[in-house]
Nanobody
Framework: QVQLVESGGGLVQAGDSLRLSCAAS????????IAWFRQAPGKERELVVA????????YYADTVRGRFTISRDNAKNTMYLQMNTLKPEDTANYYC?????????????????WGQGTQVTVSS
């Protein structure tokens, strides 16, 4: 089985940047489609970005497109979310997720493997 450990969250000011990391063990992330989700208090978990297994396609939520970038380093078995120009509405718990197979999904129930979450808080 594969386990995911997230890091990189924190408290920042609007306009700042953060890079979240998600380190995998047990399996290589090159076997999976990958995604980042986020959940704010009282709200549903929502897709931030998803990418297919080969990494040549990514789908970004309208709210983050142009500001956030998903990537992976297969040699380090780690996936990343680079977040630039952060806004207060980006405040949420962020989760990395994996899905078996070549194709990504857009719903949380399509992803069986999850990180523990890392909190991002953006002040104004």
């Amino acid at each position: 089985q594969v386990q995911l450990v997230e890091s990189g969250g924190g408290l920042v000011q609007a306009g700042d940047s953060l890079r979240l990391s998600c380190a995998a063990s047990g399996r290589t992330i090159s076997d999976f489609a990958i995604a980042w989700f986020r959940q704010a208090p009282g709200k549903e978990r929502e897709l931030v970005v998803a990418s297919n297994r080969s990494g040549n396609t990514a789908y970004y939520a309208d709210t983050v497109r142009g500001r956030f970038t998903i990537s992976r380093d297969n040699a380090k078995n780690t996936m990343y979310l680079q977040m630039n120009t952060l806004k207060p509405e980006d405040t949420a718990n962020y989760y990395c997720a994996l899905r078996d197979g070549p194709f990504f999904g857009t719903h949380s129930w399509e992803y069986p493997i999850w990180g523990q979450g890392t909190q991002v808080t953006v002040s104004s």
